[in-house]
């Protein structure tokens, strides 16, 4: 599997009967998505990353993996994900089967009918495809959240009122004398993308349960509250018109090459991006080789191993045996790996490598999980 490999030609298959629950491919044992950031590494431009994106989202559907979602940041060159809607536009353009999202995007910086409108949309350009997964961080630093909130919100804690507005709109069904029910968010087709609460602590986990709508955690940032954020999600759960029963993935970084030690050289690349966005210095994606050569001071040096530590990575069965423990460990239904590293070739490598270990690739049916 290479970089410049393209999708075989196929017939479009219809959507999944379920539009919440992955969909397990080949021999593996759960569905695996990918969760990306248009990442911008040294040495390449926006366009460059952009490009990329669009190939791995092509690989990816050839490759099996269930869904691609994208993220919305700001403020950081090392991310060029800035507009989820815009990008899953082309991104759905470029695709026929896989399912497209956002992972998320952050509501408090929006107003509820701009994103109702955004993902009407784009459920009617590409139908039966669309997650629309929400957080309620802002996704950057405060200056920035300040500048693109206003008018807005005024905190996060606002988030559950913004969602009950947002599902209004979606729904068409403000009750009567709301000052909001002559309104309609266009367009509105058949169906609407289903909804998912995204997060990283007990708040949107408790949220996504008492709704009844299907959660997203981010291990990959916040491995030390997964398990107890799940099992709230799943305690707090009430039965909607969604889903009868829980249902929660997480997001899993992970790096797949020849060997570890090769591996954890990539992963290191995105380990230093992550120290830097910390001390609230961001910038493009370092080179393996600049992370290699960087002076860090013992605290730095202890940031990096710890963030290393949640990062499954190594070899491909490594690493898909490391998915897997992580899987049964969580309880989680399905895993969302991200590959947050320099190089656009070893970022697709890693992904193919993974899917090919996972079992996506290897014979054995299509079933859902």
Not at 18 to 23: K, L, M, Q
Not at 55 to 67: C, F, M, S, T, V
């Amino acid at each position: 599997m290479t970089s410049e490999d393209e999708p075989q030609a196929s017939t479009p298959q219809a959507p999944p009967a379920d539009p919440i629950r992955g969909v397990t491919r080949g021999t593996a044992p759960a569905p695996l998505s990918i969760l990306d950031l248009a990442t911008v590494g040294v040495g390449y431009s926006p366009s460059e990353a952009l490009e990329a994106t669009t190939q791995l989202a092509r690989n990816a559907e050839r490759w099996g993996y269930h869904r691609f979602w994208v993220a919305e940041h700001h403020g950081m060159p090392g991310v060029a994900s800035s507009t989820p809607a815009v990008l899953l536009a082309h991104l759905g353009a470029h695709t026929r089967t896989l399912r497209l999202g956002s992972g998320g995007v952050m509501l408090p910086n929006h107003a509820p009918l701009a994103i109702a409108e955004q993902f009407g949309l784009l459920e009617s350009l590409h139908p039966g495809r669309i997650d629309l997964g929400l957080g309620r961080a802002p996704g950057t630093d405060q200056a920035t959240a300040r500048a693109l909130r206003r008018g807005v919100a005024e905190s996060p804690d606002d988030f559950p009122q913004q969602l009950a507005e947002l599902l209004h709109f979606m729904d068409g069904d403000f009750p009567d004398g709301h000052p909001y029910a002559r309104l309609t968010a266009v367009p509105q087709g058949d169906g609407r993308p289903p909804v998912w609460l995204l997060g990283s602590s007990g708040f949107s986990a408790q949220l996504a349960g008492r709704l009844g709508l299907p959660f997203a955690f981010a291990h990959h940032f916040s491995a030390a509250n997964t398990v107890p954020a799940l099992d709230l999600y799943r305690s707090s759960f009430r039965p909607s018109a969604v889903l009868d029963e829980p249902y929660a993935l997480i997001g899993v970084s992970a790096v797949a090459a020849d060997d570890e030690q090769q591996a954890r050289r990539l992963a290191r690349s995105a380990g230093l991006a992550m120290l830097r966005l910390r001390r609230g210095t961001p910038g493009l994606i370092p080179t393996p080789d600049e992370a290699e050569q960087y002076p860090y001071s013992l605290a730095e040096a202890d940031f990096l191993d710890s963030w290393l530590a949640n990062v499954v990575l190594g070899a491909p069965g490594e690493v898909a045996d490391g998915l897997e423990s992580l899987r049964k460990r969580t309880g989680a239904q399905e895993l969302m790996v991200t590959s947050h590293i320099h190089g656009h070739e070893a970022r697709q490598r890693s992904y193919g490598l993974i899917a090919e270990a996972y079992g996506l690739t290897a014979d054995g049916g299509t079933q859902s999980a």
